[in-house]
Nanobody
Framework: VQLQASGGGLVQPGGSLRLSCVVSGFTLDYYAIGWFRQAPGKQREGVSCISSTSDGATYYADFVKGRFTISRDDAKNTVYLQMNSLKPEDTAVYYC??????????????????WGQGTQVTVSS
């Protein structure tokens, strides 16, 4: 089981980026996929999650609601995080992760047992 995150970069405030998380070793109808981020000197925090249930329920942290959108492409076995209206405080390393025990989402990073390598997002003018 592997997750590979990509798509980060340097963007000006108000700009957009789309992160990708390519999954191998299982299909997206098995386990939920979460996005977390960690800024220097801060704890890792949950950003968004998409469950693997039939309704594909999605969840967002309050600080990204209305700006970020999580989605999945089952044919490509990929989960996306579309990030719009980016702010300097969104600067962090972004990780995708999965909990192989459940289809449901969790906000606790300790529940996730497989992590991608992280991709740096820097929002600066």
């Amino acid at each position: 089981v592997q997750l590979q995150a990509s798509g980060g970069g340097l963007v000006q405030p108000g700009g957009s980026l789309r992160l990708s998380c390519v999954v191998s070793g299982f299909t997206l109808d098995y386990y939920a996929i979460g996005w977390f981020r960690q800024a220097p000197g801060k704890q890792r925090e949950g950003v968004s999650c998409i469950s693997s249930t039939s309704d594909g329920a999605t969840y967002y942290a309050d600080f990204v609601k209305g700006r970020f959108t999580i989605s999945r492409d089952d044919a490509k076995n990929t989960v996306y995080l579309q990030m719009n209206s980016l702010k300097p405080e969104d600067t962090a390393v972004y990780y995708c992760a999965t909990d192989q025990r459940t289809r449901l989402c969790s906000w606790l990073y300790s529940d996730y047992d497989v992590w991608g390598q992280g991709t740096q997002v820097t929002v600066s003018s």
